[in-house]
């Protein structure tokens, strides 16, 4: 180790700073009092620098390389975690008492995860173009999804539910199946529209076990061989 040089500053509105600094290994240690905060700072020549600040309310940590800094901000309120990198990405977790916040951002797009006691909610946001939001929120009675495209890809799916279920589109609904479909209402099924078309390229069949009823303001009935009775 080669020779240190030590300074100590007095001022009476900036406060105390001692430093040392080691010229051979381009390393400075700084500490500063300014009667409202304490820094100490540790800096190897101009690009790895790890600094703490402390205040009455706060402590911060921050530690800068040549492309990356992490930084750790603790208040009386919350915890945060920031990591960015060269690539412009930064990653961001902030715990509080009532909620604990994931954050990952890049250059255009966005994932955000808050947990709190009741449920949680994960949001991906594209900035685009185009702009595009996906949200997914999870409570204990209820699982909300909103996106712009949803799939589900899997050999078996299978969806229930115990008392009531919907579907609806604001546009075309489409139900189909290669190998078959089968509809079973139970007790009823129903089928309503202002155009309603069965249509087979093959047999149709139309049979009921009790009474049979056609019936329309005008009713036709066509085929190449028609049997009635």
Do not use: R, W, Y
């Amino acid at each position: 180790m080669g020779k240190l040089i030590c300074t100590v500053e007095l001022d009476k509105k900036g406060g105390i700073t001692v430093k040392v600094e080691d010229l051979d290994q381009k390393v400075t240690q700084t500490v500063a009092m300014n009667g409202a905060t304490i820094v100490l700072q540790v800096k190897k020549g101009d690009s790895d620098t790890t600094t703490i600040t402390q205040s009455e309310k706060s402590v911060i940590i921050v530690c800068k390389g040549q492309s990356d800094t992490t930084t750790l901000t603790q208040d009386q309120t919350s915890f945060t975690v920031e990591c960015k990198g060269q690539s412009a990405t930064t990653t961001t977790l902030v715990q509080k008492e009532e909620s604990l916040t994931l954050t990952c951002k890049g250059s255009s797009s966005m994932s955000t995860t808050e947990q709190k006691a009741d449920g949680i909610t994960h949001t991906v946001k594209v900035e685009g173009p185009p702009k595009s939001t996906s949200t997914v929120e999870q409570k204990a009675a209820s699982v909300k999804v909103t996106c712009d495209d949803f799939t589900v890809d899997a050999k078996k799916v299978k969806v229930s539910a115990s008392q009531e279920m919907s579907l609806s589109s604001s546009m075309g609904t489409k139900i189909a199946g290669a190998q078959g479909l089968a509809l079973d209402g139970g007790t009823k099924l129903s089928a309503s529209g202002a155009t309603v078309k069965v249509s087979a390229s093959g047999q149709l069949d139309l049979e009921s076990t009790g009474i049979a009823t056609l019936k329309g303001s005008l009713t036709n009935v066509q085929g190449n061989l028609v049997n009635l009775g």
